[in-house]
């Protein structure tokens, strides 16, 4: 299996390459040239096994490069016992409505972002003594929240490996900062910066593909790779629990072989929906994927239109981490839908960062509305949704599943459709806590963070995370803010 970049198809690369080097040097992103087969006896059989089980099954479809003694130690070192708070690695709930809640937020940092942050270190370890001749790896990360604190943990302290991650400012709730601030690790920096996280992406794309910082980072042996959803290494590990899901729906009896199911995805950069599209694209009886987004509705737009238009006001909402007006992986989208047209591909890109905007056309939006919907919350009907569920169901959301609750609810109602559905559960509410804790008891107060927590686990006896609970104690290590143009300078002190 080799992979190929969005915007130029005579590239050929292995997995090991795409990984090592995160990005294409052309722009694009990588691509699996062929989608790999699960067939109806493969998803019956795995449905026999455990979560790792499937996650080596899964891999080794991909990675056809890494031998099986590697995939087994990668799976083993990323999902090993103890590492998730359920032994299911994601478990999933099934509420009244019958839709069952994929809990992905059961990692060390608390936000789906471990699934496949957990795993990213031992995949780019291993690509990384195959492809990059022993330099070191630079791992440069722009967060909205969730992936910062999940790229951090996952790579502290990992031999050959340093990161640095950028969070915009005010962009990010105060656990997601404190998270981040108080990080440890003898390899790790972390920077705000003034402006959201469309700037603290672009940001770290220039610095990324500019030929002079990569000369400096050479003189020393190093080399920049990425641990954002642009990297191929990210996606593999998310495309495993959507098959995961549909097994263990197989194996608990609440799906016959072959049914279909709904997915359903609260989005932003739109990584982890791409990944629910490529097993649906493997073969798994995924009928439809809805994309829900909060009031940043740029993807639902997009899904009704076939214009993508970024010229908009930008909200800072309750749901940060769906805070995103560029969604960098959709670009994957539009590649394959397109027939893997890389040149049509690049002059979408191309519009996109001159413009702001792009238009697919009608034959394009009629592709993608035959697989997607989309819709989108607000957020007067976020925190309605949190505190209904909680009060019909005792099930506490935070505030991204919320997006993705309602979302679903609403394609109910407007359509009839009752397939069962997956909706992909991205944090733990207690990330969340002002919004999760003013929807399900608006009449208490609370001093600080610490105090919401407290007074949420008071109220409804869901349990917090102890990794949360733990900040409390910890020291804060990194205070600094840099601008968009200071950025440079600030991963050159830090890294070389
Ligand atoms: C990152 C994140 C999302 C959005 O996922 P994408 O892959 O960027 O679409 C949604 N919810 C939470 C909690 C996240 O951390």
């Known amino acids: ?80 016992d103890g590492k998730f708070s359920s032994p299911a690695v994601a478990p999933m709930v099934k509420l009244a409505d019958g839709s069952h809640i994929l809990e992905l937020w059961r990692g060390p940092t608390c936000a789906f972002k471990d699934m496949a942050l957990q795993l990213l270190p031992h995949l780019l370890t291993v690509s990384a003594e195959k492809a990059a001749g022993g330099r070191q790896i630079v791992i440069l990360v722009a967060t909205s929240g969730d992936t910062g604190k999940a790229a951090l943990e996952g790579f502290r302290d990992v031999p050959n490996t340093q990161i640095m991650v950028f969070y915009p400012s005010e962009g990010v709730s105060p656990m997601q900062k404190l998270q981040m601030a108080t990080q440890e690790g003898s390899n790790v920096a972390v920077c705000a910066i003034e402006g959201n996280f469309d700037d603290a992406q672009t940001g770290v794309k220039k610095i990324f593909t500019d030929p002079l910082v990569a000369e400096k980072l050479a003189q020393k042996n190093k080399m920049f790779s990425s641990a954002n959803s642009i990297n191929w290494g990210r996606l593999v590990p998310q495309v495993v629990y959507y098959v995961s899901a549909y097994c263990d729906l197989l194996a608990k009896g609440e799906i016959q072989n072959g049914d279909p199911i709904h997915v359903v995805v609260p989005t932003g950069n739109f990584g982890n929906i791409l990944a629910a599209y490529y097993a649906r694209e493997m ?214």
Not at 31 to 41: C, R
Not at 293 to 307: A, P, Q, W
């Open 1 to 80: 299996m080799l992979y190929t970049s969005t915007r130029d198809k005579t590239v050929h690369v292995t997995s090991a390459e795409a990984i090592t080097h995160g990005i294409s040097a052309d722009g694009g992103l990588f691509v699996p040239e062929s989608i790999p087969q699960l067939t109806a006896d493969d998803l019956q059989r795995l449905a026999k096994l455990d979560y790792k089980g499937r996650a080596k099954e899964i891999l080794s479809l991909y990675l056809t490069d890494f031998s099986k003694e590697e995939i087994d130690r990668c799976v083993e070192g990323a999902y090993a």
């Open 283 to 496: 073969g798994v009886p995924i009928d439809r994927l809805i994309c829900a987004s909060n009031r940043n509705k740029v993807l639902t737009d997009f899904i009704e239109t076939g214009v993508y238009d970024r010229r908009r006001d930008f909200y800072c909402t309750s749901s940060p981490s769906m805070d995103i007006l560029i969604s960098s992986n959709l670009e994957r989208l539009l590649f394959l839908l397109s027939g893997m047209d890389d040149a049509q591909t690049r002059t979408w890109m191309q519009n996109l960062s001159a413009d702001g905007v792009y238009d697919v056309g009608e034959a394009m939006r009629n592709k993608i509305q035959a697989v997607f919907n989309g819709g989108y919350c607000d957020e007067d009907a976020t925190k309605e949704l949190i505190g209904s569920v909680y009060r019909s169901e005792g099930y506490l959301c935070d505030t991204h599943t919320a997006v993705a609750v309602q979302v679903y609810r609403d394609f109910r109602a407007s359509t009839g459709d009752e397939t069962p559905a997956v909706i992909a559960s991205t944090a733990s509410p207690y990330k969340f806590s002002r919004t999760v804790l003013a929807a399900v008891a608006p009449e208490v107060q609370a001093a600080d963070e610490f105090a919401m927590v407290d007074a949420l686990y008071e109220k409804t006896g869901f349990p917090c995370p102890k990794q949360l609970l733990e900040l409390k104690n910890k020291q804060v290590r990194f205070t600094d803010i840099c601008t968009r143009d200071t950025m440079e300078e600030a991963v050159l002190r830090a890294m070389l």
